[in-house]
């Protein structure tokens, strides 16, 4: 009776476990036994799918004893198990090994986000090894440095030229990098903090068309994502023309402990550039990680970072005076501009698995900044006999949080991604300053001098639906700010407050054709906010310009080693209305319109060698303005950047790069043209045993160019009237440097 017993329940136990499907649940993890994010997990049988999380877990549904299950990611070789009994009962631990990257390997379908996955290609092929290189990682956009490398770039995406960061959303683990508010002006987005060689991830996305996306995010967003952890400690020391010198230091702390892991990275930068007054430039970057992962998969990482850099610069020169020989393309009108900032951060990351279905993912963060910037744009137009030299200065505190939830549910047949998170930030500004000053040590006169307080609160929920190969993702988004202002320069203390709520809903089509082709329709509004000191002196009033924004496009595998993607896009603001802070003013333009294409490439001629191009054509205009006159400053109208990679060729690596930017309207009538420009750079590197030598090339061909330009009016000190005309800096000239780097 005992036997028949047992006999019976094994027979029901099989009949189950057949009969049902049922659910495995695992880890990912590489030889290292670091956990990898974006895995993807097939059941053979059954066509259910999964991916990995950040912390390596994933979650299987619809599974049979007997059914194949693949696992794969780009980068390591694929692994093939069957399921028997046991792999119910316990977690599955499968180990991925690394392999050659192999393009052919890519699925579409398989990738997390398939337009991001562009950005893993090519950190994988072309490693960043400098603060610049870190932006030009994202397809389509153009950098530029005005202000003795200490400034942060001016950026240009999809028509705009964002100034520092006006209209495109820049983060760092999490935590915000555009300073709102700020005494440069509106967006500044300084990312000189961040060691190239510490980023692991560049996840990105064009337009506003992302719920968990707010403030800035109108031409796009951009968030880096830190390494976890180190494969092995290295130092490295750079030496170049123009007295410049890096040294960095990257050194594991907790080597080979389970479930743990530290490092810290310092960078040391100095240079005085190519031009005729030396730059004095100096930068020092520190940064800590540590991340812990505890036996049910949870995750913390704590992460500290400090930042100073000092500098001087010649500042952007009148076009007038290289042509008439007074000065060099490199030479000065004012020199004594320059100055320094600094920036310390603390961020918390937290995620954890409440249930098989849902997780939260959370992060605090607080940062404690410094900035005293001195500029001359119009030389001696103002005043005649001290010049126009400025001040910006500023002493900042910002903390918050982001905390979103995430909930795997199925309505029907119909698989329900449900995302909802809540955010906070709050900026503490203390002693923001415009000032008139004579070389950089008597103010003059202050412009502007005050306190500000600006708080952002949000909440937002995303849905996405899956039927089959279609995607639906509706979405909603709704922002709070409150404005506090106190102006010092007043005889009363009184505080300008004002409030402002908006709503922001985004909807989003994909569809999955092919294994290897997806489409895609997105649509959006989104925003971005005006400084404190616009808003409560407007009232109110027009201080959150709206932006309407559609994509259409796809990514697309024709071929087993070429990936294109593309798109046709439009953009509608509202108004374009800012606060400059360079003259301590508001310059509203009305309502613009912008469309264009994006198109890239990416392309493996064989194991060792990938050639990469990105491609946008853009129309910009004003609409309110008359025909001719109507043209947007500085807004490109076409630009292409990439270039030949060499990865891994008998211990070999290196490349060819360019990039290209046509010539564009500098005013609205554009009767002052800002030229275009074609620069090339190449490095190559050698390994052997543990030591890397190799040595960079920027400006391969020696050509002439303007970094940045703009049209201003300035007059000179022997100058009876002013001129409109081009002012610019000059880009690099040839420049050479070399690296020795020691891997232990």
Known sequence: MRNLKHILFLLVTLKFSFGYAQQIKGTIYNKLNQPLEGAYIYNLNTKSHAHSTENGVFILNDNHVGD?????????????FVLNLDSFNTKQKIALAEKTFQLNELVITEELNPISTISRLDIKTNPVNSSQEILRKVPGLIIGQHAGGGKAEQIFLRGFDIDHGTDISLSVDGMPINMVSHAHGQGYSDLHFVIPE??????????????????FATAGYVDFSTKDYLK????????????????????NLLENTKNQNAYIATEYIATDGPYDSPQNFNRLNLFGKYVSFSPNNDKLSLSLSHFTSRWDASGQIPQREVDNGNISRFGAIDDTEGGTTSRTNFNVEFSKYISDQATIKTNAFYSQYNFELYSNFTFFLEDEDNGDQIKQKENRQI?????????????????????????????????????KTLNRTTTL??????????????????????FGKFKIAPALRIDYFKFLYNDRLQTNYTTQAETKTILSPKLNFYYNAKSNLQLYLKSGIGFHSNDTRVVVSNLGKDILPRSYGLDIGNIWKPTPKLV?????????????????GDAGIVEPSGKTERYGVDLGFRYQLNDW??????????????????EGQNYIPLAPDFT?????????????????????????????????????????????????????????????????????????????????????????????????????????
């Open 232 to 251: 092995e400690s290295s130092i490295s020391f750079t030496a170049g023309q123009f007295n410049t010198l890096r040294t960095l230091g990257m050194f």
């Open 564 to 580: 294109v993607n593309s798109a046709l896009w439009y953009l509608f603001l509202e108004q374009e209305f800012v606060y400059v």
């Open 399 to 435: 903390l918050g949080f982001n905390s979103e939830i995430r909930n795997d549910l199925h309505i029907g047949e119909a698989e329900l991604v449900l995302t909802s998170g809540v955010s906070l930030r709050h900026d503490i500004v203390k002693d923001i300053e415009l000032s």
């Open 68 to 80: 194949s299950i693949k696992v794969g990611l780009l980068g390591f070789k694929n692994t093939v």
């Open 445 to 466: 006169e202050n412009v502007q001098l005050g306190d500000l307080n600006q708080t952002n609160m949000s909440a937002y929920t995303n849905a996405e639906f899956e």
């Open 609 to 626: 060698l990938f050639l990469d191009t990105d491609a946008t054509l853009t129309h910009a205009r004003s609409i309110e303005d008359a």
């Open 640 to 744: 292409m950047a990439g270039g030949l990679s060499v990865n891994n060729l008998n211990n070999f690596s290196g490349g060819l790069r360019y990039r290209y930017i046509d010539d564009r309207p500098a005013n609205q009538d554009n009767s002052i043209e800002a030229k275009g420009y074609f620069v090339s750079d190449f490095n190559i590197n050698y390994s052997f045993s543990n030591v890397t030598v190799g040595f960079a090339i920027e400006n391969l061909f020696d050509v002439d160019w303007n970094e940045t330009q703009f049209a201003t009016e300035s007059r000179l000190k022997n100058e009876a009237q002013p001129v409109e005309e081009i002012h610019f800096t000059p880009g690099t000239p040839f420049f050479i440097k070399g690296t020795i780097s020691y891997r232990f």
């Open 198 to 215: 510490t980023i692991n991830k560049i996840d990105f996305g064009k337009g506003a068309y992302y719920a968990d996306q707010g403030d």
